[in-house]
């Protein structure tokens, strides 16, 4: 698997070591549990799940009958089953070892499958919540979950390609599956997530590219699902709060030239300029990084990016500054 390190680049005779951003983890907040299917007003049901959750015996015979009930040949039992078991694994962390360790894992992904948007959607809840527990992400992978998920990114409802854009994000945290979930057909989908969706779709999206693009064959996948032009839409943006996160997904592909030409080509250039202008210290920061890939070993690029204007900024930049940044602009 061809896992992209920081590289050495050379600039006008000069070298300038790992163009990477330290920062990112802000801009990045990891895909957590789902934030629907709290616990409504106490139903029978409902009363049961709380017990469970505080009482650890109850939870283990709970969660056996759970799982028994995913098997049921009643889709109601399969949705109420798939619900709890959503929900147990969401409040009480324990439980994702347990509910994994019951033989949940085949019978939930068989459920993302399902033509019932609930149950699918569950179904993709569910194993989204149980990867959030590391020691079940490669079970999850090996008993063949990334086609179903992938499949529910395509035809979900909102919340299951949210939480499915989630749970590939989690599975792709183990280096093996980036190549596998690339090769499934996940890149143009989350990019379609990332120009189409909601607020929390685009930023489960950008969450999920970004780890799966430390791999040069998803960058290329990614650059030809076109996923340029919404990443300079958004960081065109300053009101949709995206701008650092495609920024930094922006970040992970300039490194191939197929996507140094399709920032140019989508006007990416002129919005870089304007972000070491207007944006925030960090923004500034990773615009300066880009442009300096952009330039490298392009006559062509380093004239485009002069005739937009970005000398007085950059020689602004370098007076004003953090060490880290005046050491960007000086190369």
């Given amino acids: 698997m061809d896992t992209e390190n920081p590289v050495n680049y050379k600039y006008m005779g000069r070298s300038f070591n790992d163009l990477s951003i330290n920062d990112d983890s802000t801009a990045f ?10 616990f409504p007003s106490a139903s029978s049901q409902n009363r049961r799940l709380l017990l469970a959750c505080a009482n650890s ?32 694994a969401k409040n009480k962390p324990e439980n ?27 179904g993709v809840t569910a194993i989204l ?28 409802t909102s919340t299951a390609k949210e ?3 989630c749970a590939l ?36 999206a950008s969450t999920a590219l970004y780890s799966l693009c430390t791999v040069k064959e998803n960058k290329i996948r990614a650059v030809e699902a076109g996923i340029m032009r919404p990443l300079v839409e958004l960081m065109a943006d300053f009101g949709s709060n995206m701008v650092d ?12 030239p197929e996507a140094k030409t399709a920032l140019v080509e989508e006007g990416g250039i002129p919005v870089l300029v304007e972000i070491i202008e207007v944006g925030s210290q960090r923004q500034k920061e990773i615009a300066v ?30 007076q004003s500054g953090n060490n880290r940044t005046k050491q960007k602009v000086s190369y």
């Fill in 129 to 156: 919540n149980l990867s959030l527990c590391d020691e079940n992400k490669e079970l999850i992978a090996s008993s063949g979950a990334i086609k179903p998920l992938v499949r529910a990114l395509r035809t979900g």
């Fill in 96 to 122: 994702r070892i347990k509910i994994a360790k019951a033989g949940a894992i085949r019978p939930l992904i068989s459920l993302i499958s399902s033509s019932d948007p609930y149950l699918q959607e569950n």
């Fill in 163 to 165: 939480n499915a854009a």
């Fill in 29 to 38: 907040s990891d895909c957590n549990s789902d934030r629907s299917g709290e």
């Fill in 245 to 256: 996160k495609s920024a930094f997904v922006m970040s992970v592909l300039v490194p191939v």
């Fill in 169 to 204: 994000l989690r599975l792709s945290q183990v280096e093996e599956n980036k190549v596998a979930i690339g090769r499934s057909g996940a890149i143009p989908l989350l990019v379609n997530l990332l120009e189409n969706g909601g607020f929390r779709g685009k930023k489960d």
């Fill in 57 to 88: 015996e109850n939870s283990d015979e709970l969660i056996r009958q759970l799982v028994s009930d995913l098997d049921s040949c009643s889709i109601d039992e399969q949705k109420q089953a798939a619900l709890e078991l959503r929900l147990l």
């Fill in 289 to 318: 990084a880009i442009l300096l890939q952009i330039c490298e070993d392009s006559v062509l690029f380093r004239t485009m990016v002069a005739r937009e204007g970005a000398i007085p900024p950059l020689v602004a930049l370098s």
